[in-house]
């Protein structure tokens, strides 16, 4: 599917996604500062917590991944359709 897209358009999008990339990669550091805390508070009862944040933190990161990828395929595509 090909669409179509205005300048303005484009420009939003891709600020959209850059936007979004940059919160998830924040809020993935926060929870790696989170994960540091919960060790060298060296509880017991952060175990379970310490495997969470690790989970989530992946997450986060696949998510700003993925959000930087589909802006590099639209920036591409307008690269393509300029030429």
Not at 56 to 66: D, G, I, K
Request: charged share 35%; proline share 1%; aromatic share 4%.
């Amino acid at each position: 599917m090909l669409l179509e897209l205005s300048n303005r358009d484009y420009n939003t999008i891709a600020k959209a996604l850059l936007e979004s990339a940059l919160d998830w990669e924040h809020a993935a550091d926060e929870l790696g500062r989170l994960h540091q805390f919960c060790v060298r508070t060296g509880d017991p009862a952060y175990g379970t917590k310490l495997s969470r944040l690790d989970r989530e933190q992946c997450r986060h990161r696949r998510l700003a991944r993925r959000r930087r990828a589909v802006l590099e395929r639209l920036q591409r595509q307008k690269k393509a359709a300029s030429c």
